[in-house]
């Protein structure tokens, strides 16, 4: 009976102690962790396996939502995300790099100027956003983009309405919009690079093509990895941009993307046994491609002593 009474003070003595400052301080961070990403995870893996009824009512289904996914609009959401997300990547991690080079080099007078003039898309609203660049990829022959064209010599065409000629036009406000946070991220990352390994091999004969590759390149590496991998994960979870160009009309789900079926999915139809099935699925597909990516650029690498 002594060890029993003793027990609690034991407690108490040592949440009063000093011992305890440090489990105090990460407390916080393990209850944000349980109550907002390991909770909602687990709770999404299960909910995937069942057929949900109501807020107290699911039946457990197997895999069955997982045998429905591999249907037509599913498939037609994973290619649109899939082929947006591949040329998102490419012009997205290319050409803000260019922009960034010429930026640092001084052959641009005003560099800082332009620097707050790239970033200037990315502070506003896309809901305005997406009203410009629905405006200027109209229907109408009348519509800039149209206008443009014809006066090129080309043929007027429905922008949105067509599957290929859709996903340009969301790139092209996706790099208008997120190209100038890139340039800022590349800048930092130019600017950390210590300017005697430029005069170094400047001093080589090396011309500014090879210094560019042989110094800058390599000197980026971390950054470049980084602005590589949000914009995969970007690429695939695209949402918003797709809903403020299309804003309702959607002709055949030809801007569908697999972050939209599942909203389509889950809030639309109520099938969050189903939806969630759709986000596990997009989940391991970011992660599979992230990880390629970090293996072919090295990430997991040992640098040599």
């Known amino acids: 009976m002594q060890q029993v009474s003793k027990r609690p003070n034991k407690v108490i003595a040592f949440l009063t102690s000093r011992k305890a400052v440090p489990y105090v301080f990460v407390a916080p961070f393990i209850i944000y962790f349980l109550l907002i990403y390991l909770y909602p995870t687990v709770s999404t893996i299960l909910m995937s396996f069942q057929r949900i009824d109501g807020p107290t ?67 506003t609203s896309i809901i305005v956003a997406g009203i410009v660049f629905r405006l200027a990829f109209g229907t109408q022959d009348t519509a800039p983009v149209n206008a443009l064209v014809t006066a090129l010599g080309g043929q007027p065409r429905k922008w949105l309405m067509f599957a290929d000629t859709g ?40 011309n500014p093509v090879q210094r560019f590759f042989h110094v800058t390149l390599p000197g980026i590496k971390p950054v470049l990895i980084y602005v590589i991998t949000i914009t995969v994960l970007g690429g695939f979870a695209m949402f918003t941009e797709s809903v403020a160009l299309w804003a309702q009309n959607n002709p055949g789900g030809v801007g569908r993307t697999i972050v939209g079926y599942l909203y389509q ?41």
Do not use: C
Not at 76 to 93: G, H, K, M, N
Not at 276 to 304: H, Y
């Open 265 to 305: 999915v889950g809030i639309s139809k109520a099938n969050m046994g189903m939806a969630s099935a759709v986000g596990l699925t997009l989940l391991v597909l970011v992660l599979g491609v992230n990880l390629i990516q970090l293996v072919l650029m090295g990430f997991f690498r040992k640098e040599d002593a």
């Open 57 to 123: 009512i699911s039946t457990w289904i197997g895999l069955s939502n997982y045998q429905k996914l591999f249907s037509r609009n599913f498939i037609q959401s994973l290619e649109t995300t899939t082929r947006y997300a591949f040329w998102d990547v490419v012009i997205l991690t290319s050409v803000p790099l260019i922009f960034a080079v010429v930026l640092h080099s001084g052959l641009v007078k005003g560099a800082a100027f332009f620097k707050s003039l790239f970033f200037i898309p990315a502070l």
């Open 167 to 206: 996903n340009l036009a969301l790139i092209v406000m996706t790099l208008w919009r997120w190209m100038g946070v890139n340039i800022i991220y590349y800048l930092s990352g130019i600017q950390a690079i210590p300017t005697d390994l430029y005069e170094a091999a400047e001093i080589d004969g090396a």
